[in-house]
């Protein structure tokens, strides 16, 4: 198979001062970050990344599971990023599995990215090969 | 495609997070119980006091025997609805329901203004363990073990095993005692709820965005186990430096659907990826140390 050329998509929000507000109670009291082992302050809540590309490692592991994702940047050149999901085990009750991203595959990432502009997002949602998905994607 | 993120930020908020449980209803607690509650930690000036009134209630609590032990076995969590909250009755708009001294409020204040600035730093993020009385709070698997003797809480975040000592022994002697995660919990049987004293415990904090604790912190707790899918605990924590008065909770565990018995409980270890690696920064947030997979992600 070979793949559209991987690509990475920044989507930046443009919410209201309520739209905000409403989001940062709901995330302040109910949010992936909330369940993450460490503070999780470190992600931009406020702004999603979409990486489309090819997987090359899926780390099942506690406390946090880590989608090693190969995308093209603006440039063109291969770039890593690291994707930090949740606990396997509470991943595992929602229908992830310890294969549900195989080396290889061509997925697209949703999550939270780094404040700083680092290589790496908070897990909102993904397409899978098949189609299917996990998390939130629409 | 541009996709605006308040949408993908309140639904993320249940998305990946949203899991089966075992489809129970949650026990409820009536106003009256619940201020019942309260009134008899007001009339304790001390959690050991209070634990000493309920032993006595019990006359002086029950063996357990071999062959009928009470079954709590299975696979247990905190309800999702309950995260980040030391008392799942808190309104999420308003502040802790503990009633505060001044110093442990003006903590509690800093902590919430830097939060919201985008600072905060989790001491679980080292695999420090959550500790008591925090280990009420964390959402992930949890089992129990009964023995006659012991009674083992066990807490799949940061391989947390509590021990609750149903011998008859009495706490280590004050010049005995020293700060520890998960402290010294002794207890009793009063027909089939569990009731616990702790001491001799390490500061910390409830949960994320809820207040600190002293090493001067004491819990009494009554478990229950109140149907087939569902345990209750009573808590009463007792600080005087921290807490103006007695602060009582209850909390709920819920059993798993686990019929396939897929769920297990693995060990827990912060470093099997290094990604995992976290540090706090200088202006009290958290960071990554490094993502270190392959030479692509080096800069």
Request: charged letters at 25%.
């Amino acid at each position: 198979m070979n793949p559209s050329k991987p690509s990475l998509r920044l989507a930046v929000s443009s919410l209201t001062a309520a739209a905000t507000a409403a989001a940062a109670i709901v995330l302040a009291s109910v949010s992936g970050p909330a369940l993450a082992h460490h503070a999780a302050s470190m992600f931009d809540r406020e702004r999603t990344v979409e990486l489309t590309g090819t997987v090359r490692e899926f780390q099942w592991t506690n406390p946090h599971i880590w989608i090693q994702i190969q995308v093209a940047n603006e440039n063109g050149d291969m770039e890593e990023w690291s994707v930090e999901g949740g606990v396997p085990n509470r991943l595992f009750r929602a229908g992830w599995r310890p294969n549900s991203f195989e080396p290889g595959d061509e997925v697209t990432i949703r999550g939270f990215p780094m404040r700083d502009g680092g290589r790496a997002a908070l897990f909102i949602g993904a397409r899978l090969p098949d189609g299917s998905t996990l998390g939130l994607y629409e | 495609m541009i996709r605006k993120s308040i949408g993908a930020a309140t639904l993320c908020a249940v998305a990946y997070l949203t899991v089966p449980g075992a489809g129970a209803q949650l026990p409820t607690l009536s106003e009256e119980e619940r201020q019942a509650n309260i009134e008899l930690g007001l009339a304790h000036d001390t959690a050991f006091a209070l634990y000493e009134t309920l032993q006595e209630r019990a006359g002086g609590g029950d063996r357990l025997e071999w062959d009928a032990l009470p079954d709590w076995s299975g696979v247990w969590s905190r309800p999702f609805e309950h995260i980040a909250l030391f008392d799942p009755l808190q309104n999420r708009a308003e502040p802790p329901t503990a009633q505060l001294t001044p110093d442990y409020q003006a903590m509690l204040d800093r902590k919430i203004e830097m939060v919201s600035q985008g600072f905060e730093y989790d001491p679980l993020g080292r695999c420090d363990p959550p500790g008591m009385p925090r280990w009420f709070t964390e959402p992930f698997l949890r089992e129990h073990v009964i023995t006659p003797d012991q009674t083992w809480l066990l807490n799949e975040v940061a391989n947390e095993v509590r021990r609750v000592y149903t011998d008859g022994r009495s706490h280590l002697p004050e010049v005995d005692r020293f700060p520890t995660w998960d402290g010294d919990s002794i207890g009793f049987w009063d027909g089939g709820r569990l009731v616990i004293h702790t001491n001799q415990l390490s500061p910390g904090q409830y949960t994320r965005g809820q207040p600190d604790y002293s090493d001067q912190v004491e819990i009494v707790e009554i478990w229950e186990k109140v149907d087939e899918d569902s345990i209750v605990v009573d808590v009463w924590a007792y600080d005087p430096p921290a807490l103006a008065a007695p602060w009582y909770v209850r909390q709920h565990y819920e059993k798993l659907a686990n019929d396939d018995g897929s769920l297990r409980i693995h060990f827990w270890h912060c470093f099997e990826n290094q990604n995992n690696d976290v540090f706090e920064t200088d202006e009290g947030g958290t960071d990554f140390v490094d993502f270190d997979f392959t030479d692509l992600d080096d800069d």
